[in-house]
């Protein structure tokens, strides 16, 4: 089977219930992040990997998502007339070219699991990348580049991991791992996976971050799964049953996560990214500011 990865599911119909009252109207992947959506930062690092397909899978009520990635005609035509090319590159530089885009809908919240099964019609049968834009990581290489160079060596299924504080592991798919010695290539051999394991039961602390590329076999689990912690269909429960049929890896990605679905994880992004910007120097004194006088 080819290793190529040339399609991306984004599942993007969650509510953002962490996040309201202000994504009560605004989809969370909408919020900024400096002066760019979250779900940008996703696409941009999937196509920067060479994925040439994007797949939003969504909900009733999200449409400015979709009105984001369309072409806004009047727009690009005043700021054409008005000479503000930087800013008609940034509106027509969000799609590269060569990149197509496609929408789904998920009609029921019912769990990660399902919103990846409903493109199941869109992937067909090869492998292909799933990105949760919650999960915005700062990288110098994108988090989903390295994993695409691992997984010409290895192939099968593989998952960005990182280690969580051992009383977090009730919020994450957790690691059965092999041998785990900090491999220098970053692999992890994955044994077993457990959704949202209670501390006490959990196999490890090594847990699944919002980035996967899977192979096409994990739609057959799907259709079979039973809803499963939460009530919902996890991708998780689906994954574990391809572990004993095909290679199966976690991966210690080069990078910093930033849960962009917490209030206080998205508060760090946007100062992180904004230190990185070279159009905005003033930021540290600006901080270091606010800091002293709230001292």
Request: proline share 5%.
């Amino acid at each position: 089977m080819s290793h190529t990865i040339r399609k991306a599911i984004f599942p993007v119909a969650g509510l953002g219930t962490r996040l309201l009252p202000a994504t009560k109207s605004i989809p969370k992947e909408m919020l900024p992040i400096v002066d760019r959506p979250i779900i940008e930062y996703a696409v941009a690092e999937a196509t920067t990997a060479g994925i040439t397909h994007l797949i939003f899978v969504n909900s009733r009520g999200k449409s400015a998502l979709e009105d984001h990635f369309d072409r806004h005609v009047e727009l690009e035509e005043a700021l054409m007339q008005k000479g503000k090319t930087a800013e008609l590159h940034r509106l027509t530089d969000i799609i590269p070219t060569g990149v197509c885009w496609s929408v789904v809908r998920q009609s029921e919240a019912l769990g990660l699991g399902h919103a990846v099964w409903c493109a199941r019609h869109l992937i067909g049968n090869e492998p292909f990348a799933v990105l949760l834009p919650d999960d915005v990581i700062m990288a110098d290489t994108p988090c989903l580049q390295q994993m695409m160079d691992r997984h010409r060596e290895v192939g099968g299924n593989l998952v960005a991991v990182e280690n969580v504080p051992a009383n977090q592991t009730n919020r994450y798919g957790i690691l059965d791992a092999g041998a785990d010695d900090e491999r220098p290539d970053g692999l992890v051999e994955v044994h077993g996976l457990v959704e949202k394991p209670r501390p006490e039961y959990a196999p490890s602390t090594l847990s699944i971050i919002g980035r996967y590329i899977l192979q096409p076999n994990v739609f057959d689990a799907l259709e079979s799964s039973k809803k499963g912690v939460g009530g919902e269909i996890q991708l998780t429960d689906a994954m574990a049953a391809l572990i004993d049929h095909q290679p199966f890896h976690g991966y210690r990605f080069d990078g910093v996560r930033y849960d962009c679905g917490d209030r206080l994880g998205w508060l760090k992004a946007n100062v992180a990214f904004a230190l990185r910007r070279s159009d905005l120097l003033d930021v540290r004194a600006a901080l270091q500011d606010i800091l002293s006088q709230s001292s």
